[in-house]
Nanobody
Framework: QVQLVESGGGLVQAGDSLRLSCAAS????????IGWFRQAPGKEREFVAA????????FYADSVKGRFTASRDNAKNTVYLQMNSLKSEDTAVYYC???????????????????WGQGTQVTVSS
C-alpha cells in the first residue's frame, strides 16, 4: 500500500549539510509515521529519527540530536531529513520506513516498520 523512495545522498566533507527526501506513493501514506534509519558496513541498522503522521512530534537518536531535523509535507507525500554539521561517523546508507500509527511507542524498533525504501548512500569525508 505504501512505496518509499529515498534520494538526496552524496559525497560531502565534514561540516557540510545534506537534505534527504523520502517520496511516498499510496493513498494511505498519511496514516503512517515515518522513521529514518542508517546502516554502515559491518554494523547493525541504527535508528536515526522519527516523525509522527501529522508532523507534530519528532524523536531523534542521541548521536544526531541537535544536528538532524525531520519534517514532512503530507500534501506532497514527502518526508525530509535535514542533516547539518555532518561527521565522518554519519557515513552510511540511509533508509526511510513507514510505521503504523498505533506503534509510535515502538518507533526505535526497525522490526515494527511495515514498509522500507531502498536507501540512499551518504558519505562524509574528513
Amino acid at each position: 500500500q505504501v512505496q518509499l523512495v529515498e534520494s538526496g545522498g552524496g559525497l560531502v566533507q565534514a561540516g557540510d549539510s545534506l537534505r534527504l527526501s523520502c517520496a511516498a506513493s499510496g493513498r494511505t501514506f498519511n496514516i503512517y509515521h515515518i522513521g529514518w534509519f542508517r546502516q554502515a558496513p559491518g554494523k547493525e541498522r541504527e535508528f536515526v529519527a522519527a516523525i509522527s503522521w501529522g508532523g507534530s512530534s519528532t524523536f531523534y537518536a542521541d548521536s544526531v540530536k541537535g544536528r538532524f531535523t525531520a519534517s514532512r509535507d503530507n500534501a506532497k507525500n514527502t518526508v525530509y531529513l535535514q542533516m547539518n554539521s555532518l561527521k565522518s561517523e554519519d557515513t552510511a546508507v540511509y533508509y526511510c520506513a513507514a510505521l503504523p500509527s498505533r506503534l509510535w511507542e515502538r518507533k526505535q524498533s526497525p522490526d515494527e516498520y511495515a514498509y522500507w525504501g531502498q536507501g540512499t548512500q551518504v558519505t562524509v569525508s574528513s
